[in-house]
Every structure is written in structure tokens, then in C-alpha cells.
Nanobody, 125 residues
Framework: QVQLVESGGGLVQPGGSLRLSCAAS????????VGWFRQAPGKEREEVSCIGRTNDRTYYTDSMKGRLTISRDDAENTVYLQMNSLTPEDTAIYYCALRPLITTMSCTPKKYDHWGQGTQVTVSS
């Protein structure tokens, strides 16, 4: 069964950090771009960060640039998103999704398929 599972979300105080994981089962991630996206209540889903085949091909949304590190571990078949200096505005459900590597790199949510179920991130004191 092809499956993407996000984990690592939770409640964190402002200024805190979280590391999200996107683990694949039933297939290998090395054939895909992997993107992280988020959706806050009442808002549209937006891109956060995306990664190409290697860890030096990355994209970060401007609003979070400098606070994020995306990386992939092919041995673990997992993509990670390290988030630092979190603010209440970062509160959202965070999802990972896939785009085939045979296409051009993009971090636009509508160009991604095979979404996970999401993991809740809440930043609050």
C-alpha cells in the first residue's frame, strides 16, 4: 500500500522548534520531489518548502526562510523539515506531498499529488 505519513507536530511555545517527518511506505521517495505545505484555519493551503533529488536543491517560502531546513534521507525513505523560531502565525496543519522527478521542480501545491494526512503544529504560550 502506497502511503505517506507525517509526524512530529505538536504544541510548542513561541521561539521553539519542531522537526517534522514525512515517511513513505510502499514506494521509494527518490523518484519524487517532496514538498511541505500548510493550511491554517480559514486559509488556503500554501507552500512551505520543497526538495529535489538532492539536499542542495531546495525551496523555502519567503515568510519562513532562514528558519527552515528541509532534507531527505533515502536510507530512511523519509524527508524531514526542521522548523526553528516558530511563531503563532506558523500554527497550521502541515502536509507533505509528492511530484514526480521527471517533471520540472515546483513548489506550487496544485502540482503535487499523493498527500499525507497531515500533522498539527500549534505555536502558543
Amino acid at each position: 500500500q502506497v502511503q505517506l505519513v507525517e509526524s512530529g507536530g505538536g504544541l510548542v511555545q513561541p521561539g521553539g522548534s519542531l522537526r517534522l517527518s514525512c515517511a513513505a511506505s510502499g514506494f521509494t521517495l527518490d523518484e519524487y520531489y517532496v514538498g511541505w505545505f500548510r493550511q491554517a484555519p480559514g486559509k488556503e493551503r500554501e507552500e512551505v518548502s520543497c526538495i529535489g533529488r538532492t539536499n542542495d536543491r531546495t525551496y523555502y517560502t519567503d515568510s519562513m526562510k532562514g528558519r527552515l531546513t528541509i532534507s531527505r534521507d533515502d536510507a530512511e525513505n523519509t524527508v524531514y523539515l526542521q522548523m526553528n523560531s516558530l511563531t503563532p502565525e506558523d500554527t497550521a496543519i502541515y502536509y507533505c506531498a509528492l511530484r514526480p522527478l521527471i517533471t520540472t521542480m515546483s513548489c506550487t501545491p496544485k502540482k503535487y499529488d499523493h498527500w499525507g494526512q497531515g500533522t498539527q503544529v500549534t505555536v502558543s504560550s
